[in-house]
């Protein structure tokens, strides 16, 4: 009986441990701020056909102002990226957060009150508040991403974010599902049915804010200003006493060796300069316009008249966006599973191969569904096996396209530029989804089916430019990923098959990774 009590004892222990861990928790906390961004894109997809939203913002169903509305939030994104990368190299990681979940909440109450008792203003109030938010999400998209990464292990760093993103579909689905229940009770006319599904969103920035105190700011940073007791602190929360002195004498010793390479913006963006990161940064921007051209921004915010196009009625399209996005979510975790396994290389080739496939057929299966009454096709043989070759291609993406993108930029970069990197990033995903939601309602309006054949050729140019030109990052270390780019240079070419032989065509082999004082994660999952 003892035995029994004392298994008992240490199982609990165990897991409370675990559960409280400082490492789950900031995978946690990660995770559910990245909810933010694909609650947004839930929320905006039935709101933009609310009737009484289209009337109090004075907009017909197919005024070019509906896509307007939902693009200047991506415009504030880019602009939020850089203040927030800014202020996380100045202030901290943990000060950057703060603001960026502070500015979210209040663009949220702008847009809860936009035309609120009045209408006169109102359309230029949510213009404010998508803006404003947009501010405090971007930098969440920009902060996050280093954050967890510089924390994760090398072999582990693709499926920390990989998770964190299935948490984003999350948030895409809970909107969604939130809007669906709202609209379905409430009515197309009523006010609250688009109201009520902005002001939810709060319990995410509001909740974040409410734990936040519990996470360490990350050691490396803490080096970095020579705040060097305020690092062992830190190590202490993540690792103990034990290890936390040898840890912080290995980032000690990596920050002397990387404290003469401060890297700027104009660095990154300009070839041929003394500490260039041109061709990084080109990698950078190419893997977030190429994931722009998948076209699955648009799919996110304009689901229900997607599948409208192949046929389904309004009510039928609604429950079939939610059935899709339930499905992403649920086809996430085959993300997480394959990223470190066979690598993000791989994922993204043969995902944009598949995403240009299946939208090579949704163009034939939306002719015969637009043509269906002349060509006497009843809706349901062709509505059907597109919605199952819509589905199939939500998964594709999001195996292949969602987190790898957001991934790659916080594993090319020297320490020094990581922070920028990820910035950059998030303003390249900004301005391209800002012109992708910008003109897919007047393709819908203008082109109807023939836009998935504009997806069709968009997801093939992606697949082979990653072909040619990104290469593996998995497994490998921060510095051996900044190697490439080294050896890219002497060698004067950017093919990956060309570069060292061909090795970063793929995953290393096992072993074959050393750890030093920068690569080595500080948050090393517990075997």
Request: charged content about 15%.
């Amino acid at each position: 009986m003892d035995r029994l009590q004392r298994v008992s004892s240490n199982v609990g222990h165990t897991v409370k441990e675990r559960i409280m861990d400082k490492k789950h928790e900031v995978v946690l906390f990660s995770s559910t701020a990245i909810a933010l961004y694909g609650y947004d894109q839930g929320m905006m997809s039935l709101i933009n056909t609310n009737h009484d939203y289209l009337s109090t913002m004075g907009l017909s169903g197919e005024s070019p102002m509906v896509g307007v509305i939902v693009s200047v939030y991506y415009l504030g994104c880019a602009v939020g990226a850089v203040l927030a990368s800014l202020l996380a190299d100045k202030r901290g990681r943990k000060p950057s957060i703060f603001t960026c979940l502070a500015v979210t909440a209040l663009g949220n109450l702008i847009m809860f009150i936009s035309g609120l008792g009045f209408r006169s203003g109102a359309m230029a109030l949510m213009l404010v508040g998508r803006t404003v938010m947009g501010l405090g999400v971007g930098g969440i998209d920009a902060v996050i991403p280093v954050y967890s990464s510089e924390l994760a292990p090398d072999s582990g760093r693709g499926k920390a974010l990989a998770q964190e993103f299935q948490m984003n579909i999350f948030g895409l689905l809970m909107a969604f599902a939130v809007n669906l229940l709202a609209t379905n009770t409430l009515g197309k006319s009523n006010q609250w049915a688009w109201r009520v599904p902005i002001i939810v969103m709060q319990i995410y920035p509001v909740l974040l804010l409410a734990v936040m105190g519990r996470l360490p700011e990350t050691p490396r940073w803490f080096i970095f200003h020579e705040r060097r007791d305020d690092a062992h602190n830190s190590l202490q929360e993540i690792y103990g006493k034990d290890e936390a002195q040898s840890k912080l004498d290995e980032l000690q010793s990596a920050h002397e060796e990387e404290s003469s390479k401060q890297i700027g913006y104009m660095d990154m963006l300009l070839p041929n300069r003394g500490r260039s990161q041109f061709h990084p940064t080109v990698l950078t921007i190419m893997g977030q316009v190429n994931q722009a051209l998948t076209g699955y921004g648009a799919v996110s915010v304009y689901g229900p008249q997607i599948f409208q196009l192949l046929g389904f009625g309004v009510n039928n399209a609604e429950y079939l966006t939610l059935g899709n996005y339930l499905f992403y979510f649920l086809t996430m975790t085959f993300a997480w599973l394959y990223i470190d396994a066979i690598g993000r290389r791989p994922l993204m080739v043969w995902g944009a191969f598949g995403l240009s496939f299946s939208f090579g057929v949704l163009t034939v299966l939306g002719g015969l569904a637009f043509n269906s009454s002349q060509l006497g096709i009843p809706n349901l043989a062709v509505s059907i096996p597109g919605s199952v070759v819509l589905y199939m291609a939500t998964s594709t993406f999001g195996i292949g396209w969602l987190a790898t993108v957001w991934l790659i930029p916080t594993e090319i970069y020297p320490s020094t530029a990581r922070a920028q990197g990820s910035a950059i990033s998030v303003i390249i995903w900004g301005l391209a989804n800002f012109a992708v939601t910008l003109l897919t309602p007047i393709g819908f309006n203008n082109l109807n089916y023939w836009l998935f054949l504009v997806f069709c050729v968009t997801n093939l140019f992606a697949g082979l430019w990653t072909w040619a030109y990104s290469p593996e990052t998995g497994g490998r270390s921060f510095e051996e990923n900044v190697e490439f780019f080294e050896r890219a240079e002497k060698e004067s070419t950017w093919r990956v098959s060309r570069v060292g032989g061909g090795e970063y065509s793929y995953m290393p082999k096992k072993g074959s990774s050393e750890e030093d004082g920068e690569t080595a994660p500080l948050l090393r999952r517990r075997s």
